[in-house]
């Protein structure tokens, strides 16, 4: 489906869709005109909205491309992740949601000068703001390669336009527009998720039936291996992992801090945490099914299989050999042979779209693309509004104008949301040029965020954790993370300095390493000291 196919129908609910985006930002301008209402909506938002925008953040593109890109050339490993989020959530309702809304200002990270000073304060804003930057900027990109398959439309186009509504409708409506569209958003979503499911089963040559059995002969109903290794993606390390990148999103990420603070109270923030969590449970879920039946569904119709892999290998060829003329019969015939290798988990990101451009009816195609679209913006305009809040608490208001007055608080809010969403936009725009570089960006924000969960539980919990406590532990934490992070790859002579572990567990050791050390270091300073 190139742009001159694209239906009229389509481009109508696409155009729609857009208008509808920015005209909520438009819709509650009035009410962000302050700073409170600019950051929490002035306290004042139902329960089930801001848990349907919790359930939305978790709903990134990720979920809409990336899921059913696993199951289909996988299993359904990734979903035991989700299976953790009530532990999580038992966690966050009973503790961090009374502790925020009782204790903590609009920034996430206040707390964290109070208790260990302002270093710890800086090092999670520092890590926090890298890893919103980068995730943007990876987000738009992303949604931009799968808009531009379905539609054919530049990359640079679309990421423009992207960049341009999301950070127009942010800026003008503030938090109560972010939360409201990522309702709605998720709720599109959903609706698209579940029309897909229709139209692969009732596509099936002999009935529904048929999905089941080849999926189910393939093994993609699997959730994996249940040994107790921590060098594989088992069962355990998944729920491990999942455990633990939970509690650092209900725990220690402004993007949910904010939304505990803009409901209208304490009971309706903790009943959002479950709202999202067990909404996004089934969604999930829904989104492995899609994965499973489109490897049955591509396994009966040979031909679409074929032009799938041909499309992929196409699209390697071009990045990979830069020599091959584009189109050339050299190109043609390298990407022909690379398409008969190809494996399913080389081009199962590419599935969800392909089938949505060659099998889905006018006007319902272009649902499913604002679907993604919207996916991938319930991801990017909450990071632009909690950057912009941290901006203003953690730097502005803390170091440069503490007497600030609303108006000049306001306008600076406004001014780092288009700042935040220039720099996204332009991290999207340098992903097409050089990925690798930033990857490498990327990989080392997330080395040091990964401490921020566990200075956060820290403090938290132990009362005698100390400031040089928490310093050595975090300093400790960090090379832990970059050990597991940068070794896996050693050979030869450095073998032997390779981490066993796998690449789920970082988040899991590099918390307990901070915590542990922490309180370690602290209890034998303290006693030092006495």
Same mark, same amino acid.
């Given at each position: 489906?190139?742009?001159?196919?694209?239906?009229?129908?389509?481009?109508?609910?696409?155009?729609?869709?857009?208008?509808?985006?920015?005209?909520?930002?438009?819709?509650?301008?009035?009410?962000?005109?302050?700073?409170?209402?600019?950051?929490?909506?002035?306290?004042?938002?139902?329960?089930?909205?801001?848990?349907?925008?919790?359930?939305?953040?978790?709903?990134?593109?990720?979920?809409?491309?990336?899921?059913?890109?696993?199951?289909?050339?996988?299993?359904?490993?990734?979903?035991?992740?989700?299976?953790?989020?009530?532990?999580?959530?038992?966690?966050?309702?009973?503790?961090?949601?009374?502790?925020?809304?009782?204790?903590?200002?609009?920034?996430?990270?206040?707390?964290?000068?109070?208790?260990?000073?302002?270093?710890?304060?800086?090092?999670?804003?520092?890590?926090?703001?890298?890893?919103?930057?980068?995730?943007?900027?990876?987000?738009?990109?992303?949604?931009?390669?799968?808009?531009?398959?379905?539609?054919?439309?530049?990359?640079?186009?679309?990421?423009?336009?992207?960049?341009?509504?999301?950070?127009?409708?942010?800026?003008?409506?503030?938090?109560?527009?972010?939360?409201?569209?990522?309702?709605?958003?998720?709720?599109?979503?959903?609706?698209?998720?579940?029309?897909?499911?229709?139209?692969?089963?009732? %596509?099936? =040559? *002999?009935? +529904?039936?048929? $999905?089941?059995?080849? #999926?189910? /002969?393939?093994?993609?109903?699997?959730? @994996? !291996?249940?040994?107790?290794?921590?060098?594989?993606?088992?069962?355990?390390?998944?729920?491990?992992?999942?455990?633990?990148?939970?509690?650092?999103?209900?725990?220690?990420?402004?993007?949910?801090?904010?939304?505990?603070?803009?409901?209208?109270?304490?009971?309706?923030?903790?009943?959002?945490?479950?709202?999202?969590?067990?909404?996004?449970?089934?969604?999930?879920?829904?989104?492995?099914?899609?994965?499973?039946?489109?490897?049955?569904?591509?396994?009966?119709?040979?031909?679409?299989?074929?032009?799938?892999?041909?499309?992929?290998?196409?699209?390697?060829?071009?990045?990979?050999?830069?020599?091959?003329?584009? %189109?050339? =019969? *050299?190109? +043609?015939?390298? $990407?022909?042979?690379? #398409?008969? /290798?190809?494996?399913?988990?080389?081009? @199962? !990101?590419?599935?969800?779209?392909?089938?949505?451009?060659?099998?889905?009816?006018?006007?319902?195609?272009?649902?499913?693309?604002?679907?993604?679209?919207?996916?991938?913006?319930?991801?990017?305009?909450?990071?632009?509004?909690?950057?912009?809040?941290?901006?203003?608490?953690?730097?502005?208001?803390?170091?440069?104008?503490?007497?600030?007055?609303?108006?000049?608080?306001?306008?600076?809010?406004?001014?780092?949301?288009?700042?935040?969403?220039?720099?996204?936009?332009?991290?999207?725009?340098?992903?097409?040029?050089?990925?690798?570089?930033?990857?490498?960006?990327?990989?080392?924000?997330?080395?040091?965020?990964? %401490?921020?969960?566990?200075?956060?539980?820290?403090?938290?919990?132990?009362?005698?954790?100390?400031?040089?406590?928490?310093?050595?532990?975090?300093?400790?934490?960090?090379?832990?993370?970059?050990?597991?992070?940068?070794?896996?790859?050693?050979?030869?002579?450095?073998?032997?300095?390779?981490?066993?572990?796998?690449?789920?567990?970082?988040?899991?050791?590099?918390?307990?390493?901070?915590?542990?050390?922490?309180?370690?270091?602290?209890?034998?300073?303290?006693?030092?000291?006495?």
């Amino acid at each position: 489906m190139m742009l001159a196919e694209l239906r009229t129908p389509d481009l109508a609910v696409l155009v729609i869709y857009f208008v509808l985006l920015v005209g909520a930002g438009f819709y509650f301008r009035k009410r962000s005109a302050s700073v409170e209402g600019f950051t929490v909506a002035n306290r004042s938002l139902p329960g089930w909205v801001c848990g349907l925008s919790i359930f939305g953040t978790y709903l990134s593109s990720n979920t809409f491309i990336g899921v059913p890109g696993k199951a289909y050339g996988g299993n359904w490993n990734g979903f035991v992740f989700s299976l953790s989020l009530p532990i999580a959530a038992f966690i966050a309702v009973k503790w961090f949601v009374p502790f925020y809304r009782k204790n903590a200002g609009l920034s996430a990270y206040e707390h964290l000068e109070k208790r260990f000073g302002p270093w710890a304060r800086m090092y999670a804003v520092a890590c926090y703001l890298l890893t919103q930057i980068s995730r943007v900027g990876t987000i738009m990109f992303g949604v931009a390669v799968g808009l531009s398959a379905l539609t054919g439309w530049e990359l640079e186009t679309i990421i423009i336009v992207s960049g341009i509504a999301v950070t127009l409708y942010t800026l003008l409506g503030g938090i109560e527009a972010v939360i409201w569209t990522d309702a709605i958003q998720s709720v599109i979503l959903t609706l698209g998720a579940i029309f897909v499911v229709v139209l692969i089963l009732t %596509g099936m =040559p *002999e009935g +529904a039936g048929q $999905a089941f059995t080849h #999926a189910n /002969e393939a093994e993609k109903f699997s959730l @994996g !291996d249940m040994g107790l290794s921590f060098a594989s993606s088992t069962v355990w390390v998944m729920l491990l992992y999942g455990i633990f990148i939970n509690l650092t999103n209900f725990g220690i990420d402004q993007n949910f801090v904010q939304r505990y603070h803009a409901a209208d109270s304490e009971k309706a923030a903790g009943r959002s945490v479950w709202m999202g969590a067990l909404l996004y449970m089934p969604v999930a879920l829904m989104f492995f099914f899609i994965g499973s039946i489109l490897f049955s569904y591509y396994q009966e119709h040979p031909a679409l299989l074929e032009d799938l892999r041909l499309a992929k290998a196409t699209e390697l060829v071009e990045e990979e050999s830069p020599g091959l003329a584009k %189109g050339s =019969p *050299e190109a +043609a015939a390298e $990407a022909k042979r690379l #398409a008969g /290798e190809m494996k399913p988990a080389k081009y @199962g !990101d590419n599935v969800l779209p392909h089938f949505i451009a060659n099998r889905i009816p006018a006007g319902l195609a272009g649902l499913l693309i604002a679907a993604l679209f919207a996916a991938a913006m319930s991801s990017i305009d909450t990071s632009l509004n909690s950057s912009s809040t941290i901006a203003l608490q953690d730097f502005y208001r803390r170091w440069f104008r503490p007497s600030a007055t609303e108006a000049e608080s306001l306008r600076f809010l406004r001014i780092m949301t288009v700042v935040f969403g220039l720099i996204g936009t332009s991290v999207a725009l340098a992903m097409m040029g050089v990925k690798s570089i930033l990857d490498a960006w990327w990989k080392i924000s997330g080395v040091f965020a990964g %401490g921020m969960l566990g200075l956060f539980l820290l403090g938290f919990i132990s009362r005698r954790a100390t400031n040089a406590g928490a310093a050595i532990g975090a300093t400790i934490g960090v090379l832990v993370i970059l050990w597991m992070t940068f070794t896996p790859d050693m050979d030869g002579d450095l073998g032997w300095f390779r981490s066993p572990f796998h690449a789920n567990m970082i988040t899991v050791i590099g918390t307990l390493s901070i915590f542990l050390v922490g309180l370690g270091a602290s209890r034998i300073l303290g006693r030092k000291r006495g």
